[in-house]
């Protein structure tokens, strides 16, 4: 269900929000907006912690009016798997990793180290999977609460 | 046994209302230029005080280029983030990753953390009506900003210090108000003679600045109101005066272990030689009328010094300018001193650069290692009129040509917190504090 929301996200509607969104991202952090390319990792490319992704989620949140829950790129990217499916003991199975490679599918393959460390796939994020979080909130209506952050 | 650890200052950097940099600090302290004006950073129309000792143009980019980091940076922050900058460069030391266990920072650290936005946006979402209701916090309106969260705990500015310097030894932030800057360079002259670091970055920062801050000390009538002549309104010891003036900024020192700051060749400003801390257990908001509490700081530290009164030639009043502070302690000071205060000088910095709060004793000290360095006590402006009952020999009209064996600056805080340390010139011996006892 989740890859089929995935691969309906069109690179237009990637690049019609990207303008906008890497202003954001480039504020928050603070950094150049040139720096703040398509494929750009948050944490490996722009120097962003945790504590940005939070400040960054905050600012699209008010600027596209929609609720992204926190963490909400993983369990989406798990979808149906089960957590016990998805990690073992913090790090990424077979299964998560090929979930996770279908969903993140902005991410280039070789970024992608194996084993992979469930604490390190933040460092996976691009631009454009915030874009696409964006869009996938946009879709399912703006109407629904974020619950605590996880 | 082991002779007594003895600590030597050897970098000293400050952001003050009379300079964004130490030099410029002391070349307007010592030629008793006022940094006292209307306040300009909020509208202070419709306050009894609308004067304030602020530091002007300000950039901390100069200093720090870490943007990341500067997100997270209140105001004050910057202050301490600059200065501390200039303490280390000035010192030509810094912490590097073999050494950054053996530094350690302790700093004074202000009394109010969140900014004025903040507080506002509180009220207008969750009390707009005046009864308090906290779902307006997950109004859709409401500014919820969780690095504004971060940036308003007391003790940020710890974590962004030691972060940014990379230093990885004993730290802690004292809040004594008036006194922690004081206490944050007595702590850290404690943990130099235990051993448990080898350098220590120490020193304060504040901005009260603010709505909150101005409106606290008008209520509470301890500012001065001469908002028709701020450059005359900070007049420690003066018959006329009439409160204190409300500034902010920042000072640190580099500490060091006195033979590894000569082995490396490292400038010695001074030794920070003795510590007092004491509390009044008086009143909340007043000084004791004889000097009680005080008296006790400055006693601990000439004792923890081995000084004795006659060695004594300079000392860096808390001098604000409001009655009682001036008064009760002019009396502690002729209490410690008996007949050697009519020969010793007096000064309150504070006349230019008003009050710092918990600052304050961090820049006052960096006064002190400037007017040693220098052979200067620095003068206390704006004295025309010495008030009968603040009997010491105050540094009037222009600074005064002094080779300063040992100085005294005292920090006397809001609640009773007092805090007195000692200083002595690099070339004068420590005479009197044996037996010296450490581990």
Redesign the interface.
């Known amino acids: 269900m989740n890859q089929m929301t995935n691969t309906q996200i069109t690179k237009e509607e990637v690049l019609a929000i990207y303008p906008k969104v890497s202003e954001i991202i480039a504020a ?4 150049e907006v040139e720096r703040v390319k398509l494929d750009a990792s948050l944490i490996d490319d722009l ?3 945790s ?2 992704f ?2 960054i989620v ?1 600012r699209l949140e008010r600027a596209f009016k929609v609720k992204i829950p926190r963490g909400k790129i993983v369990t989406d990217a798990r979808g149906d798997l089960s957590e016990a499916d998805f990690e073992q003991k913090g790090v990424v199975t077979d299964a998560g990793l090929a979930r996770l490679k279908v969903f993140l599918n902005e991410v280039p393959a070789e970024r992608f180290p194996s084993p992979l460390k469930v604490a390190d796939i933040p460092r996976l994020f691009t631009t454009e999977t915030f874009c696409k979080m964006v869009i996938r909130q946009q879709r399912s209506g703006t109407s629904t609460p974020a619950p605590a952050a996880a | 046994m082991k002779p007594r650890r003895r600590i030597a200052i050897t970098g000293v950097g400050m952001v003050t209302p009379v300079g964004n940099d130490a030099p410029t600090t002391w070349s307007n302290l010592k030629a008793g230029r006022t940094g006292v004006g209307p306040i300009s950073t909020f509208d202070a129309n419709g306050f009894v005080t609308r004067i304030g000792a602020e530091v002007k143009n300000f950039s901390v980019e100069a200093a720090i280029t870490d943007r990341n980091l500067l997100k997270f940076a209140s105001r004050p922050t910057r202050f301490a983030l600059a200065a501390a900058e200039e303490a280390l460069t000035d010192a030509g030391i810094r912490p590097k990753p073999a050494t950054a266990r053996r530094w350690g920072l302790s700093v004074g650290a202000g009394m109010i953390g969140i900014d004025f936005a903040e507080l506002e946006a509180v009220q207008t979402f969750c009390a707009a009506d005046g009864e308090f209701n906290p779902d307006g916090l997950l109004d859709e309106r409401y500014p919820a900003d969780p690095v504004a969260f971060c940036r308003s705990q007391t003790n940020a500015g710890l974590g962004l210090l030691t972060h940014h310097f990379g230093i990885h030894g004993f730290a802690t932030a004292v809040h004594t108000a008036c006194a922690s800057g004081g206490q944050a360079l007595g702590t850290a002259l404690k943990v130099l003679r235990r051993g448990h670091a080898d350098f220590m970055l120490a020193g304060g920062y504040d901005s009260m600045l603010n709505p909150i801050g101005i409106s606290g000390f008008c209520l509470l009538g301890a500012l001065s109101t001469d908002n028709d002549s701020p450059e005359r309104a900070s007049r420690p010891f003066d018959a006329t005066r009439n409160g204190f003036v409300l500034g902010e900024g920042a000072g640190f020192l580099v500490l060091e272990e006195w033979e590894s700051a000569q082995a490396r060749g490292a400038k010695i400003y001074a030794e920070l030689a003795g510590d007092g801390n004491s509390l009044s257990s008086y009143r909340i908001t007043d000084s004791h009328p004889s000097g009680d509490g005080p008296i006790q700081a400055m006693q601990q530290a000439m004792a923890d010094a081995g000084l004795l009164p006659v060695d004594v030639d300079y000392v860096n009043a808390h001098g604000t300018s409001t009655l009682m502070n001036d008064r009760s302690e002019c009396a502690a000071l002729r209490a410690v001193m008996g007949s050697h205060i009519d020969r010793l000088a007096v000064s309150s910095t504070k006349s230019c650069m008003g009050h710092l709060i918990a600052a304050a004793g961090a820049v006052e000290a960096g006064v002190c290692a400037l007017a040693i360095r220098d052979s200067i006590a620095p003068i206390n402006a704006n004295l025309v009129k010495p008030d009968p009952d603040c009997n010491v020999n105050i540094v009037q009209g222009q600074s005064r040509p002094l080779r300063i064996r040992s100085a005294l600056s005292n920090s006397l805080g809001f609640g009773g917190s007092n805090s007195c340390l000692a200083f002595r010139h690099p070339e004068e011996i420590d005479l009197n504090a044996q037996p010296r006892i450490t581990r």
């Open positions: 928050a952090l603070p950094c120097g962003a912690q504590i940005d939070l400040d905050f």
